[in-house]
């Protein structure tokens, strides 16, 4: 008799729960939460997770709300242990009824093996209809979803959820007006943006994207859409970052399992922790396992928005007549301006000057020395004339700065004859041993492909030992996207370039081989006159003996 009551109950809950699920729904880790509250608030998310992080089943509850037109959700979390944490509930916004969204899926059947399965969890019993695409494969196209409160009994008028796969979403999108809008996994970006631009006029229009960033053509302009989003808002958008161990719905006995299967797999700290993976080579900042070194993934997570300093130069451009000098105004990124008390140095990597793909830019870099850290960068489509003048330029900005130029490549002296220009003439000197034993010496610093390995040594050492600060996203993401090919060259990787690499080696050298004090104390006259400035009168005197300071006088 205990066993038919136990028996009835279970089945009397399982019938409650499919006959509602949103309001059994409970989230599994704190990122499903922040996803939900951000997407309410109509910031754009990309949530970067690992496999198994929760993100497919939470964006399905998500989508499913908005088109039953539910607009509250219990907001506990459930712990591993079974307990729930009681946080408030999350108010999502009201969109008209009956809604129409879409869900931009790989493929077809990732979208039938693991989209439409959390999908149809989450409506259960709820008043709905199936629009098949290909029913002998189970592929849906349109789900048709009742309204709350809606007395329409045909299906044609109800909300709509739309699955376009990556196939299919640039024929059917155009036109198409939605009321909100996710991807399932990272898609390709002119998709996205064509998703983007199917909002509803004077409305809010959430959007959002849950996925595993496994290769890095699918996720490498996903990254750089969301830079300087990475756990904050910006320009509304927001970039979400969990592990698998986020997720509490999973045991400590599945997490083991989990990290014994993917042990050996290229792709494990993706699928762990939804770490950006690049597998077309190796990047020498990583640590044990493959992981990005953690300082990288800091860096990325505080960097600051720049200040766009404009100024005009003069540089060298190819006319039909000859070389010729044009002035010009280009842009540097600022992270904060000059301190008399400090100390810096100007590192230039002069290039061809050729705006496009095929060519490296032109790169600069400002590093202070007393408190190492990055304060200014330049990269772009400047000649080595040209770079040399900009190089005198920080160089007087910054306190007179040491400049130092990475004379490999051939534009070296075109970017000392720049310098010369702009009137700068503080330029490092490298001291060299030639073939015979002598010593020689040469302006700026012979970058070859033989030391890059150096270089790439004291990058390392700085991301190891924290030892500059580096608010400048542009050159995390560099870091990143530098690999080592099969030959075990340093290459850069996509619209990626070495350039930031190599100056912050350079800089790093130059820290370590001219180390400098910290700031000068305050004299014992200045504490005199802070002394008296506060009590309002003289009431302390700083006597010098031989010219020496003799501690403070009182004065009664």
Not at 78 to 106: C, E, F, T
Not at 231 to 238: D, N, P, T
Not at 406 to 417: D, E, I, K, T
Request: glycine residues 10%; contains cysteine; neutral net charge.
């Amino acid at each position: 008799m205990q066993t038919d009551r136990a028996a009835y109950l279970v089945e009397h809950a399982d019938r409650l729960r499919r006959a509602d699920p949103l309001a059994f729904f409970r989230f599994s880790s704190t990122t499903q939460r922040d996803l939900v509250h951000y997407v309410s608030q109509d910031i754009e998310v990309w949530w970067r997770s690992g496999n198994e992080g929760g993100k497919s089943y939470a964006s399905a509850m998500l989508a499913v709300a908005f088109a039953r037109g539910v607009t509250r959700i219990d907001g506990s979390v459930m712990q591993r242990d079974g307990s729930l944490l009681k946080l408030p509930d999350l108010i999502l916004p009201k969109l008209r009824s009956p809604n129409v969204g879409a869900i931009l899926v790989p493929s077809k059947d990732e979208q039938v093996e693991a989209v439409q399965a959390a999908f149809l969890e989450l409506i259960g019993d709820h008043p709905h209809h199936i629009g098949w695409d290909d029913k002998k494969r189970g592929v849906i196209a349109v789900l048709y979803v009742k309204p709350d409160g809606s007395r329409e009994r045909s299906w044609e008028r109800w909300s709509k959820i739309r699955f376009h796969s990556a196939g299919g979403a640039d024929r059917s999108l155009p036109g198409a007006r939605l009321d909100w809008a996710g991807g399932d996994e990272p898609p390709l970006m002119r998709q996205w943006r064509e998703m983007r631009a199917r909002g509803r006029r004077n409305q809010i229009f959430p959007c959002w994207i849950a996925g595993t960033p496994l290769e890095r053509y699918q996720w490498e302009e996903l990254a750089e859409d969301f830079k300087l989003c990475r756990g904050r808002v910006h320009q509304g958008r927001i970039e979400l970052k969990s592990s698998v161990t986020d997720n509490q719905a999973l045991s400590d006995q599945h997490l083991t399992r989990l990290k014994q299967r993917w042990a050996n797999d290229p792709l494990v700290w993706a699928r762990w922790s939804g770490d950006y993976v690049d597998r077309t080579g190796k990047c020498p900042f990583t640590i044990a396992g493959g992981q990005i070194h953690p300082t990288i993934e800091r860096w990325e997570s505080e960097a600051q928005e720049p200040q766009r300093v404009p100024v005009q130069i003069q540089t060298e451009v190819d006319t039909q007549t000859g070389v010729q000098r044009r002035a010009i105004t280009i842009e540097f990124e600022e992270f904060e301006p000059s301190d008399p008390k400090e100390l810096y140095f100007v590192v230039l990597d002069p290039s061809l000057g050729i705006d496009d793909p095929e060519h490296d830019p032109a790169g600069a870099l400002v590093i202070a020395r007393r408190r190492p850290r990055i304060v200014a960068t330049y990269l772009g489509p400047l000649s080595g004339w040209g770079l040399g003048f900009l190089g005198g330029l920080l160089h007087s900005r910054y306190n007179q700065a040491m400049v130092d130029i990475l004379m490999g490549g051939g534009y070296g002296r075109s970017c000392l004859s720049g310098l010369d220009q702009s009137g700068c003439h503080k330029i490092m000197i490298e001291e060299r041993e030639d073939r015979l034993g002598q010593v020689q010496y040469h302006l700026g610093f012979n970058e070859t492909p033989e030391n890059r390995g150096t270089l790439i040594g004291e990058v390392f050492s700085i991301l190891d030992h924290r030892s500059v600060e580096c608010p400048s996203l542009a050159v995390a993401q560099c870091l990143r996207g530098v690999v080592v090919d099969k030959h075990g060259k340093i290459a850069a990787k996509g619209r990626q370039h070495d350039e930031y690499m190599l100056l912050l080696g350079r800089a790093g050298m130059l820290l370590r081989e001219n180390p400098v004090s910290a700031p000068p104390p305050v004299p014992e006259s200045d504490f005199a006159g802070i002394l008296n400035r506060e009590f309002g009168r003289p009431v302390a005197s700083s006597p010098r003996a031989n010219g020496k300071p003799g501690g403070l006088r009182w004065r009664r």
